[in-house]
């Protein structure tokens, strides 16, 4: 699976209003905060680099179907468990 360039291009947007907002100052450079959760959203500070993983930009796509790119958090928002989410970064940090 090669890099999909428009989902990496739709998510800068995603980030640059994001990060327009004010809880921006615990956020270190190289890095993007995330909601993630089915019911109750729990905030993550992952590093910028996972965008170019495919399986991150599998979960990318996913909500952009769900939310498009009005995420009611104010960042990017994931509709899954929060055990999934941490089983993915994990891979991904290896």
Do not use: W
């Not at 428009?6 to 980030?15: C, Y």
């Not at 993630?36 to 996913?62: A, C």
């Not at 952009?64 to 929060?82: Q, S, V």
């Amino acid at each position: 699976m090669g890099f999909r360039l428009p989902a990496i291009a739709n998510a800068k947007k995603i980030l640059t209003r994001s990060l327009s907002g004010s809880k921006t100052l615990d956020i270190p450079k190289g890095y993007f905060a995330v909601y993630v959760g089915e019911s109750q959203k729990k905030r993550f500070v992952i590093p910028i680099s996972y965008l170019n993983h495919p399986s991150f930009q599998d979960l990318l796509s996913q909500a952009e179907e769900e939310y498009g790119y009005d995420h009611p958090m104010g960042g990017i928002t994931f509709l899954c468990n929060e055990r999934t989410f941490l089983d993915l970064t994990s891979r991904l940090s290896e």
